[in-house]
C-alpha cells in the first residue's frame, strides 16, 4: 500500500488546547497538500476552516470531547453549531460512567440524538477502548449500529492508550453493515497505518503521517 493511499484514510488532526489559527491553517494547507481523508480541529475554528477551504477538503470537529459526560443537550447544541458554522463530520465521545453502569440504551439513544441533530453530515462516535473489557467493547458495537452513526472510533489519543490491532479487527467484525471503523491514538508510522487499514478500519487519526512526510522533503 503506497502512502499517498494511507495518507487519503488519514483525519489530520490537531486538537491541541493551546492551538492557534496560524496551526489551523498550516494543517489545513497541509492537508490540501498530502491528500488527507479531513482535517479535524477544535470547534471554535470551524467557521474559519470551512471558509478557508471552501469546500475543498473536509471539515471535522470534536463534539463532547475528551471526557464524554457532557449533557445529550450540549452535545446536540455544540453538534448542531458545528455543522450550521461548516463541519461536514463530527467526532462525539460517549459518556463512559453509562457504560460503565450499564447503562447501554443511554448510550444508544445519545448517539441517535445526536445523529438526528446533524442530519447527513459523517458521525464518528469515539469510545475510548483502553478503558473498555472486552464486553464493553461488543456492546458498544451494538449501540453505535443501533445508534445510526456512520465510524466507531477507538480513541480520542488523550487517554493512556490508543488504538489496536485488536480493536480494529473486532469492531469490524462486530459492527452492522454500512458502519465503518477509525482507529484513532498511537499510530506513529506508515508501517502501523497500513496494518489497521488491513484489520478493517477505513479511517485513521495519525497526523504523525503527515509530519513523516513533510521531514521526508526536508
Known amino acids: 500500500m503506497d502512502k499517498q493511499t494511507i495518507l487519503s484514510h488519514v483525519d489530520h ?3 491541541d488546547p493551546a492551538a492557534t489559527w ?3 491553517r498550516q494543517m489545513c494547507d497541509d492537508g490540501l497538500q498530502y491528500g488527507v481523508a479531513s482535517v479535524c480541529i477544535p470547534p471554535c475554528y470551524v467557521e474559519q476552516a470551512a471558509g478557508y477551504l471552501a469546500g475543498r477538503l473536509p471539515v471535522c470537529t ?3 470531547f475528551p471526557h464524554g459526560n457532557a449533557t445529550t443537550a450540549a452535545k446536540c447544541f455544540e453538534a448542531a453549531g458545528a455543522v450550521g458554522q461548516g463541519a461536514d463530520e463530527i467526532d462525539m465521545v460517549i459518556n463512559q460512567g453509562w457504560v460503565k453502569d450499564g447503562l447501554l440504551e443511554q448510550v444508544t439513544a445519545e448517539i ?3 445523529k438526528q441533530a446533524i442530519g447527513d453530515c459523517v458521525l464518528k462516535v469515539i469510545v475510548e477502548t ?3 473489557s472486552e464486553m464493553e ?3 458498544l458495537c451494538r449501540a453505535v449500529s443501533a445508534g445510526g452513526a456512520d465510524f466507531i472510533k477507538t480513541s480520542t489519543g488523550f487517554a493512556s492508550a490508543g488504538a489496536t490491532l485488536e480493536d480494529v479487527e473486532l469492531f469490524a467484525s462486530m459492527v452492522d453493515d454500512g458502519v465503518l471503523v477509525k482507529a ?4 506513529r508510522t506508515f508501517e502501523q497505518a497500513e496494518a489497521m487499514l488491513k484489520r478493517g478500519a477505513a479511517r485513521l487519526g495519525a497526523s504523525a503521517l503527515v509530519r513523516l512526510m513533510k521531514e521526508e522533503e526536508e
Open 184 to 187: 484513532a491514538g498511537g499510530i
Open 112 to 114: 441517535r440524538a445526536v
Open 62 to 64: 470534536v463534539v463532547g
Open 137 to 139: 467493547k461488543v456492546s
Open 22 to 24: 496560524a496551526s489551523i
Open 13 to 15: 488532526t490537531e486538537l
Open 130 to 132: 483502553c478503558r473498555l
